[in-house]
């Protein structure tokens, strides 16, 4: 279960790669490969600035990797989020799941995804023409993740 919370940028191939390595168990990889946006609210964004928490940020992903676990019969899984300062098409975040089939591999993928988006600790910064704006939780990520039944009043 490789968590990695890292400036550098990742090589999605050698990720992968890593992940599957001598485990023939394996019958399916699912990705998601999140990229920064130029985009956002309908304004340009010239740059995209992610600060955690170290060693919080990293625990907290692991127990969202561990509830999956719980949840579908996978294999393993990677999640790698960058922080910094980065610009639009850098790759951002990398989940990868391995399991036996498909459709466990992409439920567990997107449940992992949909828990960054919305509970993960980084904060956002945006720079945009207008100037820097802290970048809010949006709506339609805390329903996403409210359709995997996940009770956040759990965790506090």
Do not use: N
């Not at 610009?87 to 975040?93: E, G, H, L, M, W």
């Not at 820097?132 to 506090?156: F, M, N």
């Amino acid at each position: 279960m490789p968590i990695k919370v890292q400036q550098d940028d990742f090589d999605l191939s050698a990720e992968v790669a890593a992940l599957r390595a001598g485990d023939l168990r394996v019958g399916a990889v699912a990705c998601f490969v999140g990229t920064v946006r130029d985009l956002s609210g309908g304004e340009d964004v010239a740059e995209l600035e992610l600060e955690h928490y170290p060693g919080m940020t990293e625990k907290s992903l692991a127990a969202i990797v561990e509830q999956a676990h719980e949840r579908w019969d996978i294999y393993d899984a990677l999640v790698i989020h960058r922080y910094g300062k980065l610009k639009p098409a850098d790759q951002i975040v990398l989940v990868a799941v391995t399991s036996a089939h498909r459709g466990e591999a992409f439920a567990a993928c997107e449940f992992i995804m949909d828990y960054l988006k919305s509970e993960a600790p980084f904060w956002k910064k945006e720079q945009t023409p207008a100037g820097a704006r802290w970048v809010e939780a949006r709506h339609s990520d805390e329903a996403a993740l409210a359709r995997w039944g996940v009770d956040k009043t759990q965790d506090e």
